[in-house]
């Protein structure tokens, strides 16, 4: 079974601070993705990845960057914290690039800055 | 660029009784479409996806999903609710990037 692990369920960072988050996948997918969900506007993409060292920005980029220097690892940074990224963070993996690829969800971070 | 659009942002339902989860969508090309369901305090789950091969698409736990070209429709159906479907569900459009609608909370009365 694919497991997509985040390395924490509770963050609490304060304002300013730079925030690492950190996800790792275990069946060699290619692509990787970092969602943030909020209660009435569902998960918004925020940057994804095909492949190692490649990125591409999602819908809402501004205030996040992320980096993928191994295959299994998507790093998602917030450069500095405001609080109106408090919100839950997921990360997901999917096989490939082809079309009909699901996804596979880690459980997810609840960050909240304060 | 390709989007869904959820019509509903709320559906109550009475047990036994159909459920109808609407779901539009915008795309240049023949798209990839998928529905996961979020339970309470839960992950996102995999309901069913279209892949082309044909429109009426059947899913986990009774749902099913039609694809209709001519309407840009991808509306998930149930004929019969059950408490346990009570849950957010969320439909996804993909073309290399998968964009989620902004979800239908989805009530079932007893």
């Known amino acids: 079974d694919v497991k997509v692990t985040q390395s924490s369920r509770y963050l609490v960072k304060r304002t300013g601070e730079k925030v690492f988050l950190e996800c790792v996948q275990d069946m060699d997918h290619e692509n990787m993705f970092w969602y943030r969900q909020d209660p009435g506007l569902g998960l918004r993409l925020i940057y994804f990845?095909?492949?190692?060292?490649?990125?591409e920005k999602g819908d809402i980029p501004e205030g996040y960057s992320v980096s993928r220097e191994k295959k299994e690892r998507f790093s998602l940074i917030l450069e500095s914290a405001s609080t109106n990224q408090t919100s839950m963070y997921l990360c997901a993996s999917s096989p490939n690039r082809l079309y009909n690829s699901p996804l596979h969800f880690g459980n997810g971070t609840r960050l909240t800055v304060t | 660029a390709q989007s869904v659009t959820q019509l509903d942002s709320h559906v109550s339902v009475s047990e036994g009784t159909p459920v109808l989860l609407r779901c539009n969508y915008s795309s240049s090309y023949s798209p990839s479409l998928f529905w996961y369901v979020q339970h309470p305090n839960k992950g996102l789950q995999l309901l069913l996806k279209?892949?082309?091969?044909?429109?009426l698409v059947k899913g986990i736990n009774g749902f099913e999903a039609e694809f209709k070209k001519s309407e840009t429709s991808f509306h998930l159906t149930k004929p019969s609710a059950h408490m346990s479907d009570a849950a957010e569900y969320f439909c996804v459009i993909n073309n290399n990037d998968m964009r989620f609608g902004a979800g239908t909370r989805l009530t079932v009365k007893p």
């Open positions: 279209y892949t082309s091969a044909a429109t």
């Open positions: 990845s095909y492949d190692v060292k490649m990125k």
